[in-house]
């Protein structure tokens, strides 16, 4: 199993692109702030941004990325193909969209933002999925992006794409926080050499009030929010934290300095009902 060593230190995914360590994640980040706080984040060290069309804010992070004086390939940028955009030919289009919002050549790292479900897709939800992916996999065969993959995939899901694809997904990024374990889609991810990322990895900050977290962090003279990351770390998984304040999006990269122990990880893995948004993919209606 690969595990985070360093706040850069690349995870290769299984086309062999190297994916740099901690993500930053930016859902909810105002789109008039998101200059300012991407710039923050890749002076604390983050190299490696999470953003979607959703988002509203991708304009921000590529022009941060592109002020930073750093070079273009020292930076990953995910971003995100919107549920309203599915299908072979909308995907393309939505694909120039947020190209054209980034104002980038390239991007790193496209991801199917949910599955389409049957509840609300019936007998056509495998179907619009394995046309989706069939535009991912053209853009990436074009050189557009770097690498493909999935998000709030369920095995299930996985199951149908994997039969019907030509190339595998790279990625699935579901959520994973304290409270919300996901151990199912991890390892089927893990057997299938589909590198996990960890949204919400904070659990949306309600993971931070839990006492057997607390009483973990105040061992190793750390906070709740750095237990949690490193709880997803210790496990192969790439969290992708998202703050705006600058002293927390410091703090965030400060993990890789301890280490919890086998019965810690128990622990933590055993807690349930915490908060976040603990979503079931095959149960949403947007
Ligand atoms: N693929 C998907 O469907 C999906 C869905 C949701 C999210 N995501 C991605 O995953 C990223 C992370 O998820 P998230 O933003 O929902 O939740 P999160 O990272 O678990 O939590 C963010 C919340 O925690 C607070 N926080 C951050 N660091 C803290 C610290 N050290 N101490 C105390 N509070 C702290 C933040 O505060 P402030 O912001 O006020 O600083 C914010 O309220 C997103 O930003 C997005 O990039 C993907």
């Not at 299984?14 to 991407?38: H, K, S």
């Amino acid at each position: 199993m690969q595990t985070l060593t360093n706040l850069t230190a690349p995870m290769k995914l299984n086309n062999g692109v190297e994916i740099p360590g901690l993500g930053f994640g930016t859902y909810q980040t105002p789109a008039d702030v998101t200059y300012d706080v991407v710039t923050e984040a890749l002076k604390a060290g983050y190299r490696h941004i999470d953003t979607a069309f959703l988002y509203g804010n991708e304009t921000g992070v590529g022009q941060a990325i592109k002020d930073s004086g750093l070079k273009r390939e020292d930076v990953f940028v995910t971003s995100k193909l919107w549920n309203t955009d599915r299908g072979y030919d909308e995907t393309m289009a939505a694909f120039e969209k947020t190209m054209a919002n980034l104002g980038l050549d390239y991007l790193d790292l496209y991801l199917i933002h949910w599955p389409a479900n049957h509840k609300q897709f019936g007998d056509q939800a495998d179907q619009i999925n394995a046309d989706t992916w069939r535009a991912f996999e053209d853009l990436y065969k074009a050189g557009k992006i770097k690498a493909i993959g999935v998000s709030n995939f369920m095995p299930n899901h996985l199951e149908s794409l994997l039969a019907n694809c030509e190339i595998k997904p790279m990625v699935n990024q579901i959520e994973v926080h304290p409270g919300w374990p996901q151990t199912e889609a991890i390892n089927y991810c893990q057997r299938h050499d589909i590198l996990v990322e960890a949204w919400a990895p904070l659990g949306e900050a309600a993971s931070l009030n839990n006492d057997v977290i607390k009483t973990i962090a105040a061992k190793y003279d750390h906070t709740p929010a750095q237990v949690c990351l490193r709880w997803g770390i210790q496990q192969g998984i790439l969290p992708l934290p998202k703050s705006v304040h600058a002293d927390w999006i410091q703090q965030n990269t400060n993990i890789f300095d301890f280490e919890l122990t086998a019965d810690e990880m128990d622990q933590i893995g055993a807690l349930r009902n915490l908060g976040g948004q603990c979503k079931v993919p095959d149960q949403v209606d947007f």
